[in-house]
């Protein structure tokens, strides 16, 4: 009868043990043989995000603008000089969204690497709502958006917040929206309540982006994760399994994603813009120069600091009548 029993443990213990280097062979080698074209294809996006598929990659361009409501109006910093605002430290200004020229060419089928790469600030993946994700991180690299969200009302009672209850918020001079972490605007429109969460977007590594439910619906933490907020699992789209990323609906370092675990082409990711100084009036500055106001915007392009310089050369003007036009001293 011992010899029974110690032989079932023995058994059990194999079959853990097999079970343990099934997770890890997936997670670290077949999960890189999967593609994601279809997933692609069947995921629910905005109509406004062009999608161009190619035998091994996928080009993605969204303008920036998300398919959901945002706040008519946004706390933003003062000056560039304030890399991480609060209430003391940012002004109210009307939305200042504008439609960006994005392009990102992720793998089709992506590559799941032993060694991580750290998301740096700037887009690190495209949403189905149009919209661009970026890491926790504020301008500092270090200040979780999620964690430095505040609320001010200016002279007129005008309230506005830093973050908008979507998760994300728009960078004033330039104008691009983007998200911090888990965006209940965007899962509303492909999850059902207490059910599993379907594809909200991809990483420029090319692995897909989930909200924080599995695929039985049980709601998953950061301890289910890995340090880059990814998992190997089943999920709706993918029901023999995936490496993918989730986003978790709090307000740290983990709301959104801090690494890649695929292979990245880090010349897709794109630098995150100065986020601070109130956006000046655009159209206005250029109708003063008697030009467009893409026009204007295409002078600066996303170079931070602003290159006065270089734009006022671009645009055939001395750089303190760009300057003024754009009503700023010295």
Known sequence: MKKKILIGITSLVVVSLNSVVFYVA????????????????????????????????????????????????????????VVVPDATTAVVVKDPTKAQTY???????????????????????????????????????????????FTITDANGITASFVDKCAGHPIPMQGAYHYHGLSSCVTAKV??????????????DGFPIYGDRDIKGKQLTAKNLDQCNGIYSATPEFPKGIYHYVLLGTADVRSS?????????????????????????????????????????????MT???????????LGVTEAVLKAALGING
């Open 26 to 81: 997936h997670a670290a080698g077949t999960s890189t043989a999967v593609s994601t074209t279809a997933a692609v294809k069947a995921a629910k996006w905005n109509p406004t995000v062009k999608l161009t598929y190619s035998s091994k990659s996928i080009m993605m361009q969204p303008d920036g603008i998300p398919n959901h409501p945002r706040d008519t109006y946004y706390a933003v910093p003062k000056s560039q000089d």
């Open 103 to 149: 392009k990102f060419t992720i793998p089709s089928i992506p590559k799941y690497s032993a060694t991580v790469t750290k998301t740096s600030l700037g887009s690190i993946g495209v949403m189905i709502s149009g919209a661009v994700l970026y890491n926790p991180y504020e301008g500092d690299n270090k200040t979780p958006a999620m964690a430095n969200n």
């Open 257 to 301: 994603i801090a690494c890649f675990h695929g292979v990245v082409d880090s010349s897709q990711i794109q630098a995150m813009p100065n986020m601070g100084g109130p956006m000046p009036d655009l159209a206005a500055a250029a109708k003063k120069l008697g030009i467009t106001e893409d026009a204007l915007r295409a002078a600066f392009g």
């Open 191 to 204: 999850d059902a309540a207490g059910k599993a969460s379907h594809v909200i977007g991809f990483a420029l």
């Open 304 to 314: 931070m600091p602003p290159d006065f310089t270089g734009a006022a050369l671009k």
